[in-house]
């Protein structure tokens, strides 16, 4: 019989695709565990960006010119890439937005404006981020709608019973974050999504948290829309992904208008592109697109199981090095969860704790997350939050940890 081969990452070979990763922060070498935030960026993507201004800058879907078919066509194939990313069914399925914010509250007007009526029930989730809360309780406000919320178990699981009882015959979408921000927690997307789809309504996932570390296939999952950030995934700012059932683009008009999105346009009449290009008005971030193309090029060309295995280790050595420390409290203990870990130490607020961590070079994020009523779930104000990615090492955690140790010391 055969020995099992466990895939294992090398991590010191993509450390050296990430120039930042050299310098250093109050005298020491980064590290930089704040990746649930903003991820940073290899090499490969810095490259393509600048190349493309400094080679090939021009606008898109525009000029008959070299630059501009150039441009085009490098445009169109990040957008194929992406597409591949989540197996997606088309191109056109998938819209390049400004990020998960843009891309829900894109989902929010378009769609929702032209679905939701009075009486009509939203359900979310207590773990969701501002992002995936704002634009629907918005709606809610607009159409005279009801917001309804799926609690947590004390794990910070989703509490599944409670959520087949809320899903009924009222409830027209379903919003939820594929993997928490804060917790880590990982929802079990395709069983709400055939409960939801059982009475009508339509499934709507946040993927910022779960794209960067879980694979993920839009088919499988059967969800209508699906969303995630560029600046997550090893990728620049400003740019995002958001997949939508084709049926459900098809039928949904523009988010914003202007140049780009249209197909005549009168004083009296407008008629509009078909979708992507319906959602993507006026000049699109096209240095931007081609880094997140670059960025999930990347990202795909890893093993992606090796890759989970190397960050579950060092979320498991992390949560066991800071669940020995005295005082400290980890928040979300769901089987399961991505590498993200928050934390509160007794007595010590969560802003005290990374000022003195980025005092030792270590950059974690401290704050309410853009999440408060998760935040008012936990009876907490804040958390402190370490969070990682391919090029983090056990050696960080330590430096984590000491630092801590030396928080409490500092506040004793």
């Known amino acids: 019989m055969s020995a099992t081969v466990v895939a294992t990452l090398d991590v010191d070979a993509i450390r050296t695709q990430f120039p930042i990763l050299a310098r250093q922060v109050a005298g020491v070498p980064l590290a930089y565990l704040d990746n649930a935030a903003t991820s940073q960026v290899p090499q490969v993507v810095l490259d393509v960006m600048t190349r493309h201004y400094a080679d090939g800058h021009a606008n898109v879907h525009r000029g008959v010119h070299t630059l501009s078919h150039e441009a085009s066509v ?58 995936n809360l704002v634009p629907w309780v918005r709606l809610a406000e607009r159409a005279g709608a009801v917001i309804k919320v799926i609690p947590l178990t004390i794990d910070g699981s989703l509490d599944l019973e409670a959520c087949s009882e809320l899903i009924g ?29 059982a009475v009508g ?25 699906y969303v995630a950030s560029g600046h997550k995934l090893y990728g ?8 939508g059932r084709a049926a459900l683009l098809d039928a949904m008009p523009p ?24 959602f993507e008005a006026g000049t699109p971030p096209v240095a931007e697109a081609l880094g997140l193309g670059a960025a ?49 130490l007794h007595g010590i607020h969560p802003h005290d704790i990374g000022t003195v961590l980025d005092q030792h070079g270590v950059a974690i994020r401290a704050g309410h997350h853009c999440a408060q009523p998760l935040m008012r779930h936990l009876r907490v104000p804040a958390t402190a939050r370490a969070s990682f990615a391919a090029y983090n090492t056990r050696a960080e955690v330590d430096l984590l940890v000491d630092g801590v140790i030396a928080a409490q010391r500092m506040f004793a």
């Not at 620049?236 to 997949?243: K, V």
């Not at 004083?267 to 979708?275: E, V």
Request: aromatic residues 6%.
């Open 169 to 197: 015959p009222r409830v027209k979408v379903v919003a939820f974050a594929h993997a928490s921000n804060v917790l880590g927690t990982v929802t079990p997307v395709r069983r709400i999504a055939d409960l939801a789809h």
């Open 296 to 344: 999930l090029e990347w990202l795909m060309a890893i093993d992606r199981t090796a890759l989970e295995t190397h960050e579950q280790d060092l979320l498991s050595y992390a949560s066991e090095r800071l669940g020995r420390l005295p005082g400290v409290t980890i928040h979300g203990t769901a089987a399961g969860k991505v590498s993200v870990l928050s934390f509160t």
């Open 201 to 225: 309504a339509i499934v709507v996932i946040d993927g910022a948290q779960a794209a960067p570390h879980l694979p993920v296939d839009v088919q499988a999952l059967d969800c209508d829309f």
């Open 236 to 243: 620049p700012n400003g740019i995002g992904l958001l997949y």
């Open 255 to 278: 988010y914003e208008g202007g140049g780009g999105m249209i197909e005549q346009v009168g004083f009296d009449r407008i008629t509009y592109a078909p979708p992507p290009a319906r």
């Open 74 to 131: 490098a445009y169109d194939a990040a957008r194929a890439v992406a597409a591949r990313f989540l197996n997606a069914p088309s191109a056109s399925d998938v819209v390049l937005a400004h990020g998960t914010t843009s891309a829900l509250n894109l989902v929010a007007r378009a769609w929702g404006d032209a679905n939701i009526r009075t009486g009509d029930e939203i359900l979310l989730t207590t773990l969701e981020h501002h992002s």
